[in-house]
């Protein structure tokens, strides 16, 4: 099915581990995006792509990196995790410079 | 910068009653788009407002905009189980914001 894929679902990982977040969209979209989902909050944007080669920082990117690979592929990487980290991190995709159209199934990260 | 504020933030509704959500936001906008989770799962895209006075619905749900007032609302119609999920408003000015979400249940 047509959409946006994210890897792994579900990650645990020790403080001052690495890892990376994995997006990929099959809808030929321009722009990607990365937010993270606290309970009891929206929403928040971490980075965003709005074309390829490009990335820009939302409100919350400290603790982040992203790379725009190509016009398929929008991954999000934690250098060194802290527990403050720990949420449900959605990447999306959308035509348009700011505005997410298709999300992902979510990446749920627990950090000890 | 732009604030986003649902109200209600629980909401607990019996089968067949009307109740609506509020979205109020802090600066000037005429774009609003309202989401739909279910739990554990993604958002779904449900309206995009695009103008003052904007109305749009589908199904048991309307949702209109009053840029004015900056105040959208989403209206719910003689509820049904289904329609138990959170509902956010995410409102665009130069990035795009969204309210906390507004956690529906619905009971028979």
């Known amino acids: ?112 | 910068e732009l604030k986003v504020e649902q109200n209600p933030l629980f909401l607990s509704m019996q089968e067949g009653k009307n109740y609506t959500i509020y979205c109020n936001y802090s600066t000037t906008s005429d774009r609003l788009y309202w989401y739909r989770q279910d739990p554990g799962k993604s958002l779904e895209s449900l309206f995009v407002l695009l103008s003052n006075g904007a109305v749009k619905q589908e199904g048991r749900l309307m949702a209109s905009l009053d840029t004015k007032a900056r105040l959208s609302t989403l209206h719910i119609t003689a509820a049904v189980h289904d329609l138990s999920a959170t509902y956010f408003c995410a409102v665009e000015n130069n990035d795009m914001r969204f309210g906390a979400g507004t956690r529906l249940t619905v009971k028979p």
Not at chain 1, 16 to 39: E, F, I, K
Not at chain 1, 79 to 92: I, M
Request: net charge positive; charged share 20%; proline share 4%.
């Open chain 1, 1 to 112: 099915n047509a959409g946006v894929t994210q890897t792994p679902k579900f990650q645990v990982l020790k403080t001052g581990q690495s890892m990376t977040l994995q997006c990929a969209q099959d809808m030929n979209h321009n722009s990607m995006y990365w937010y993270r989902q606290d309970p009891g909050m929206g929403l928040r944007l971490i980075y965003y792509s709005a074309s390829e080669g490009t990335t820009d920082k939302g409100e919350v990117p400290n603790g982040y990196n992203v790379s725009r690979l190509n016009k398929r592929e929008f991954s999000l990487r934690l250098e060194s995790a802290a527990p403050s980290q720990t949420s449900v991190y959605f990447c999306a995709s959308g035509y348009y410079d700011i505005r997410p159209q298709h999300f992902g199934d979510g990446t749920r990260l627990s950090i000890l």
